[in-house]
T-cell receptor, first 114, second 110 residues
Framework: DGGITQSPKYLFRKEGQNVTLSCEQNLNHDAMYWYRQDPGQGLRLIYYSQIVNDFQKGDIAEGYSVSREKKESFPLTVTSAQKNPTAFYLC?????????????FGPGTRLLVL | RKEVEQDPGPFNVPEGATVAFNCTYSNSASQSFFWYRQDCRKEPKLLMSVYSSGNEDGRFTAQLNRASQYISLLIRDSKLSDSATYLCVVNPEGGNKLVFGAGTILRVKS
């Protein structure tokens, strides 16, 4: 089936630890995105990528890093510099870059700090 | 002022009721508009795009009022399965970046 997959579904992080969230899509979409959702707030953009080997910071990029080595994959690393990482992380993709295209979301990863 | 504002609700309605949500946006140059639906602990899913002329999809009707900078979603004949959070989404610049409202909670009860 075509779609976006995220893993793991739940992730626990210890203090000072870096963790990486996986996002894979087989929709042949050019653009991919990472959002963070906190209770009572709208989704906030962390990073996005319009094409392989290129990405841009979103509104809340501090404490996060990404890579886009393959079209299908856009992993997000939550570094120890992110002091409040507990949230629901959503990956999305859209067909083309630079236009107002519908974004399709993966099932999300819940990150909890131990 | 937030870029996209929604009444958080919850809206508690009986089955069969008609319910309407409004959403206001601050950037008058915003290019495109969407309604997404998000079930509890799940990812958002596109419900419908909102066009300048208004559009309808079954029991759902979306309207855009550029002069007053708001969009609306009308749900007729509410079903139990309509219970969810409805997210208002605006594209303020015409590029990739979307701005999400915090969502309006709808609970349909039998």
């Amino acid at each position: 089936d075509g779609g976006i997959t995220q893993s793991p579904k739940y992730l626990f992080r210890k203090e000072g630890q870096n963790v990486t969230l996986s996002c894979e899509q087989n929709l042949n979409h050019d653009a991919m995105y990472w959002y963070r959702q906190d209770p009572g707030q709208g989704l906030r953009l962390i990073y996005y990528s319009q094409i392989v080997n290129d990405f841009q910071k979103g509104d809340i990029a501090e404490g996060y890093s990404v890579s886009r080595e393959k079209k299908e994959s856009f992993p997000l690393t939550v570094t120890s510099a992110q002091k409040n990482p507990t949230a629901f992380y959503l990956c999305a993709s859209s067909i083309t870059a630079g236009r107002s295209e519908t974004q399709y979301f993966g099932p999300g990863t819940r990150l909890l700090v131990l | 002022r937030k870029e996209v504002e929604q009444d958080p609700g919850p809206f508690n309605v009986p089955e069969g009721a008609t319910v309407a949500f409004n959403c206001t946006y601050s950037n008058s140059a915003s290019q495109s508009f969407f309604w997404y639906r998000q079930d509890c602990r799940k990812e958002p899913k596109l419900l419908m795009s909102v066009y300048s002329s208004g559009n309808e999809d079954g029991r759902f009707t979306a309207q855009l009022n550029r002069a007053s900078q708001y969009i609306s979603l009308l749900i007729r004949d509410s079903k139990l399965s309509d219970s969810a959070t409805y997210l208002c989404v605006v594209n303020p610049e015409g590029g990739n970046k979307l701005v999400f409202g915090a969502g309006t909670i709808l609970r349909v009860k039998s």
